[in-house]
């Protein structure tokens, strides 16, 4: 099942984006059979990161959940999240990014 994941930060959470980028980064590459994109958000080109978006292909909502309350950006107080479902149109035309 897919899903996608937006991710709202508060600027607090760029801090923690600098401490742990190399972990996060490491944890999105071992998942990659699970979160198969994944990026940061911005207002305008060049400003700061204002959050993020995943694409999942997981069985489940909880899977979903613990990818990202195990991800070494989690931060609760920082960072904010919205789940849902996706179903992509032409589902037999395949993308490339």
């Known amino acids: ?4 994941v937006f991710f709202e930060d508060t600027p607090a959470m760029l801090a923690i ?3 742990r980028e190399p972990d996060h980064l490491a944890y ?3 998942h990659s059979d699970e979160i198969l994109l994944a990026g940061g958000c911005r207002e305008e080109p060049g400003q700061a990161y204002v959050g993020g978006l995943w694409v999942l292909d997981v069985p489940s909502r909880e899977r979903v ?5 195990s991800d ?8 904010g999240y919205k789940i849902r479902t996706w179903g992509k149109a032409f589902d037999d035309l395949a993308v490339t990014l």
Request: glycine share 0%; proline share 9%; net charge positive.
């Open 65 to 69: 959940v613990e990818l990202i309350e």
């Open 1 to 4: 099942m897919r899903w996608i």
């Open 72 to 79: 070494p950006y989690y931060s609760p107080d920082r960072r």
């Open 28 to 30: 999105l590459r071992k």
């Open 17 to 19: 984006r600098k401490e």
